[in-house]
């Protein structure tokens, strides 16, 4: 099943929805304001929530973790690499290969893929189309989709604001 994940450009918190296929609303990402560390919240069509992301704070590399109906089912771990990011997911036996910084990545398990990741670069906003393998959790698959995300705009916020700085002070 695809999935589809348009950003809002211009919000005060993280919000997005996610369509299937059809074009129909599936769900809807909401993140918090005013707290330490990043906290989306996944709701269904019907205003449930299904997935909860959370960032750990106080932790030397990125780290977060998802919880569905309230069990911590996986924790998501940047990796200190030099060439390129690589992340692990622990709890599910989930592997992330490809080029995340070009959001073009597969995460898998047992060699098998679980979700393939693309973005769409000629849209307004971020847009993404997620690929979920038949069977494969798609709630899972897109909250690790959405803790990954989260790593790289906070990465991309720190770096535009040392370049700003750094500006600054010249």
């Not at 309230?70 to 036996?93: D, R």
């Not at 995340?100 to 849209?123: C, E, L, Q």
């Not at 959405?146 to 705009?153: F, K, Q, R």
Request: charged residues 25%; aromatic residues 10%; proline residues 2%.
């Amino acid at each position: 099943m695809k999935l589809y994940m348009k950003q809002k450009v211009f919000s005060w918190k993280d919000k997005s929805t996610i369509k299937d296929e059809n074009g129909v609303d599936k769900y809807f990402v909401e993140g918090e304001i005013f707290t330490l560390g990043k906290k989306l919240h996944i709701t269904n069509a019907e205003g449930s929530e299904v997935a909860f992301v959370r960032q750990k704070v106080l932790s030397f590399m990125p780290r977060f973790f998802v919880e569905v109906n309230g069990e911590e089912v996986a924790e998501i771990v940047k990796k200190m690499t030099f060439l390129k990011p690589k992340y692990i997911v622990n709890g599910l036996g989930w592997e992330v290969q490809g080029e995340v910084f070009a959001h073009d990545y597969v995460i898998v398990k047992d060699g098998s893929p679980i979700v393939t990741i693309h973005k769409k670069w000629m849209s307004w906003g971020d847009m993404f189309e997620l690929d979920v393998a038949p069977g494969a959790d798609e709630v899972c698959a897109l909250a690790v989709v959405l803790a990954i995300d989260a790593v790289m705009d906070a990465q991309s916020a720190a770096g535009a604001g040392a370049a700003s700085a750094g500006s600054a002070n010249n």
